[in-house]
């Protein structure tokens, strides 16, 4: 009986004899037997983004943030569909978090507080998809970390992938109108880790 059928989520027999003898043989590539072939290694690379309310009256100053390409958008309206995850606001005084269907936008992002987390201790995003939101504001608060699921994009063999960033204010400004934070993002599709895998 044939148990490789197109999606039986088995890898074909001829790949896993090849990786079998490329494990036995030692070729490069495979750092030791046992590790999967298939995991994508990733260092840590947080870094520190500025971004302005869009309630501020200047033109052209960056309001919006692209986690998966690491890169701050000019959102000129609802119409800056599709490149980025998290735009920065001012509600009743406050300095907030939207994802872009709280502009309309239809989109895959999502955001997600976590009380009693910080940027160091977040070492997953949660499964549960109740803890994100779609729509809402979230009020930007020091000392407390956020998930952001990316808007989805196209990743290996047709698959339809969204990463998983995390990400925590360092310094929130209601009357200048900025929020600077730290941030990460896993490259991996799908992957909910938000550190390497060991």
Known sequence: MNTNRRGSGRRPAGLEIALVAACGFGMAGLSACGDDP?????TPSPDTVLLYSLARPELNLVSGFNFRRRQVVRI???ESTGAWDMAVD???GQIVLLPPGALG??????????PGETFESLLEAPS???????SDAVPATVGTAYVVRTERYAGAFGTRC????????????????TLTFVFDVSPVCNDRRLIPPD
């Open 76 to 78: 000129e309206g609802a």
């Open 128 to 134: 549960d998809t109740l803890l994100y939101t779609a």
């Open 38 to 42: 298939f995991a994508i290694n990733w």
């Open 162 to 177: 969204v990463s998983y960033a995390k990400f925590e204010p360092l310094d929130v400004d209601p009357a200048a109108g």
């Open 105 to 114: 936008v239809e989109s895959a992002a999502r955001i997600a507080p976590m």
């Open 90 to 92: 001012t509600r009743e």
